[in-house]
């Protein structure tokens, strides 16, 4: 009896520690413990408070973030923002809506990748979207931190490996009723709402519409071509919402 329980708590804490994804649960990890040690988050006294602590978030996200205008400088601290970027967030809403995604997401995409093939396709991909980016609005002074470049490129290569998995979605324009569509439905949905923020976006603080349509492209893209057909259908566990909260410009 008790070798029984024994093996019931060892495959619980397995689960809970998500052994078969600890890429991507690692990754939610290390966002949180950053986001809740950094300024952003509001709860290290140490940055202090009111005006210092504004202070503290700006010069925060200019060291950790990309600044377009700053990244072709041939600095090999500048160089190397794309990837700090992508685990510093701008706010409560903006972190916890980004790993509700990965969260979703992530896993399967992991199992289906491998965790190596996974780390690098997220870092990567991630990267190469803030890049685009800053290509783009060279002229920017606007920092850009969070992770949305790279769980856009796991959204891409979600829907090309399962297209058929049904997810659960909440949808303003129904009231937030979950409602179940096919990953081919919902994916596409949110890749255009992303394309419309991106024509409508201005050079001011906002989201960053333009590394989530080319994260997700690149992902779409990356997995095409590295694997077969897709798998078939299959259910997602967990409920995202219609879009996530993007790659913040503080």
């Known amino acids: 009896m008790i070798s029984k329980w024994s093996a019931s708590i060892v495959r619980a804490a397995r689960s809970v520690r998500g052994a078969s994804a600890p890429v991507t649960y690692s990754l939610i990890a290390l966002c949180c413990l950053l986001f809740l040690a950094g300024p952003a988050s509001g709860l290290n006294p140490a940055y202090g408070a009111g005006d210092g602590l504004l202070a503290e978030q700006r010069a925060y996200f200019r060291r950790w973030g990309v600044i377009p205008a700053e990244l072709f400088e ?12 992508l685990f510093v967030h701008g706010s409560w809403v903006h972190l916890l809506g980004n790993m509700l995604f990965l969260y979703v997401f992530g896993a399967m995409t992991e199992e289906r990748m491998g965790r190596v093939r996974f780390t690098l396709f997220y870092v990567g991909c991630g990267y190469l979207a803030l890049l685009g980016y800053a290509v783009v609005n060279a002229d920017s002074e606007q920092s850009l931190v969070g992770a949305s470049g790279a769980i856009s490129a796991v959204l891409g290569a979600f829907l090309y490996l399962f297209p058929r998995a049904r997810v659960t979605s909440l949808l303003p324009f129904l009231f937030f009723l979950p409602v179940r569509f096919p990953a081919w439905i919902v ?28 994260g997700f492209g690149l992902g779409f893209g990356y997995a095409s071509v590295r694997y077969g057909r897709p798998t078939g259908p299959t259910r997602v566990r967990a409920a995202p919402a219609p879009a996530p909260e993007g790659e913040n410009q503080p």
């Open 187 to 214: 994916l596409p949905f949110w890749a255009a709402l992303q394309w419309l923020g991106a024509g409508r976006a201005s050079d001011g603080p906002g989201v960053a519409y333009l590394a989530h349509l080319i």
């Open 74 to 85: 041939a600095s090999a601290g500048s160089a190397l923002t794309p990837a700090t970027a």
